[in-house]
T-cell receptor, first 114, second 115 residues
Framework: NAGVTQTPKFQVLKTGQSMTLQCAQDMNHNSMYWYRQDPGMGLRLIYYSASEGTTDKGEVPNGYNVSRLNKREFSLRLESAAPSQTSVYFC?????????????FGDGTRLSIL | GNSVTQMEGPVTLSEEAFLTINCTYTATGYPSLFWYVQYPGEGLQLLLKATKADDKGSNKGFEATYRKETTSFHLEKGSVQVSDSAVYFCALSDRRGSTLGRLYFGRGTQLTVWP
């Protein structure tokens, strides 16, 4: 009963390095989301994918790219990490891009950029 | 635009005290409203939801009523427990156009309950 699985759980990078955060869901959900959580800011949407084959920018997309690899997987890539991207990243999924469908969250990736 | 404002924390209560966490929203249409809870080191979990005006969401002793006239969705619990210590997020989901299904979160309210 995994739900939404994120890897890695923790990561430390140096400024300028690149990395990909992985997310997979086993609930056959159509929609997937990437958020970042910063102290006192709540969660802010980075990118989302309403359905397989589509991706759209959210509130704070600069410095990130995404890939909806298949229905299960939605990855987030930092091409050239910056200290401002130090944050906790959450992946979520839902049955569809409709307001009544709640989102299910992974446990997060804690990323530090030095 | 869409936004959510919730009361600043932290909130500290004794066990069995009454809890209210205020949440108000601004939305362009008729949103669905949610409360999520985040326990230390974990992701967010849906606590309750309401999809139309006057709906009451409830779960685990928590309740919130969707008040369109006051654009509010306050979270309440009659008797809190130590295990309720967590961060609580109010959120709305838009029903319109390109923002369909996206969640807009408040900043979160840290609740600590002492025995």
């Amino acid at each position: 009963n995994a739900g939404v699985t994120q890897t890695p759980k923790f990561q430390v990078l140096k400024t300028g390095q690149s990395m990909t955060l992985q997310c997979a869901q086993d609930m056959n959900h159509n929609s997937m989301y990437w958020y970042r959580q910063d102290p006192g800011m709540g969660l802010r949407l980075i990118y989302y994918s309403a359905s397989e084959g589509t991706t759209d920018k959210g509130e704070v997309p600069n410095g990130y790219n995404v890939s909806r690899l298949n229905k299960r997987e939605f990855s987030l890539r930092l091409e050239s990490a910056a200290p401002s991207q130090t944050s906790v990243y959450f992946c979520a999924s839902s049955d569809g891009p409709t307001p009544q469908k709640p989102q299910h969250f992974g446990d997060g990736t804690r990323l530090s950029i030095l | 635009g869409n936004s959510v404002t919730q009361m600043e924390g932290p909130v500290t209560l004794s066990e069995e005290a009454f809890l209210t966490i205020n949440c108000t929203y601004t939305a362009t249409g008729y949103p669905s409203l949610f409360w999520y809870v985040q326990y230390p080191g974990e992701g967010l979990q849906l606590l309750l939801k309401a999809t139309k005006a006057d709906d009451k969401g409830s779960n685990k002793g928590f309740e919130a009523t969707y008040r369109k006239e006051t654009t509010s969705f306050h979270l309440e619990k009659g008797s809190v427990q130590v295990s309720d210590s967590a961060v609580y997020f109010c959120a709305l989901s838009d029903r319109r156009g390109s923002t369909l299904g996206r969640l807009y979160f408040g900043r979160g309210t840290q609740l600590t309950v002492w025995p």
